[in-house]
T-cell receptor, first 115, second 117 residues
Framework: AQSVTQLDSQVPVFEEAPVELRCNYS??????LFWYVQYPNQGLQLLLK??????LVKGINGFEAEFNKSQTSFHLRKPSVHISDTAEYFC?????????????FGKGTKLSVIP | GAVVSQHPSRVICKSGTSVKIECRSL??????MFWYRQFPKQSLMLMAT?????????EQGVEKDKFLINHASLTLSTLTVTSAHPEDSSFYIC?????????????FGQGTRLTVV
């Protein structure tokens, strides 16, 4: 079974500063990795995903993440945050051999951008 | 990207009544749909996986007689909360995956805030 650990439940950061949201996963098999963003009272929007290939993945809104197999990590980064980035961010994993691609989510990290 | 529409976005019902939530894939066919429950300030908990034309697969601890899931077509799945109680109040989110082996991304609805009074 796979699991996802998001080490920080809350991350405050000043506007235009860089940010890193950490995600570690555990799985004994190959996985696909995802980062989603959730705004209050809304569903989830995909930021980016890693399926295979280049370990550095670029997503929407200037976010990127790096897959590190040896450290079983998939940390999300943005070089300069905006007020509009304030939201909840979820890391998720699915087993690449699973037909249904059922997602396992981390507990989320609340990013608060301070003006 | 593909659009998943979830309706209603908010619903308030009396204890003991039933509530139906709809999840529609608007521009693609969804072989598989997922239903999640999210408690305040917590992550999404998978309740069940539904495949079109077959019975849903429920996660451990989820009462299948209380949370009825129907996936009658490739574009519609419904979740009915039967005999709702205040402890069923929560944010329910559906997601849908497009048919096809290479379609790994699941698209999410906007969620339904259920309040049972």
């Amino acid at each position: 079974a796979q699991s996802v650990t998001q080490l920080d439940s809350q991350v405050p950061v000043f506007e235009e500063a860089p940010v890193e949201l950490r995600c570690n996963y555990s799985s004994s098999v190959s996985v696909y990795l995802f980062w989603y963003v959730q705004y209050p009272n809304q569903g989830l929007q995909l930021l980016l995903k890693y399926l295979s290939g280049s370990t550095l993945v670029k997503g929407i809104n200037g976010f990127e993440a790096e897959f590190n197999k040896s450290q079983t990590s998939f940390h999300l980064r943005k070089p300069s945050v905006h007020i509009s980035d304030t939201a909840e961010y979820f890391c998720a994993v699915t087993y690449s051999g699973a037909g249904s691609y059922q997602l396992t989510f981390g507990k989320g990290t609340k990013l608060s951008v301070i003006p | 990207g593909a659009v998943v529409s979830q309706h209603p976005s908010r619903v308030i019902c009396k204890s003991g009544t039933s509530v139906k939530i709809e999840c529609r894939s608007l521009d693609f066919q969804a072989t598989t749909m997922f239903w999640y429950r999210q408690f305040p300030k917590q992550s999404l908990m998978l309740m069940a996986t539904s495949n079109e034309g077959s019975k849903a697969t429920y996660e451990q601890g989820v009462e299948k007689d209380k949370f009825l899931i129907n996936h009658a077509s490739l574009t519609l799945s419904t979740l009915t909360v039967t005999s709702a109680h205040p402890e069923d109040s929560s944010f329910y989110i559906c997601s849908a995956r497009e048919s096809g082996l290479m379609n790994t991304e699941a698209f999410f609805g906007q969620g339904t805030r259920l309040t049972v009074v």
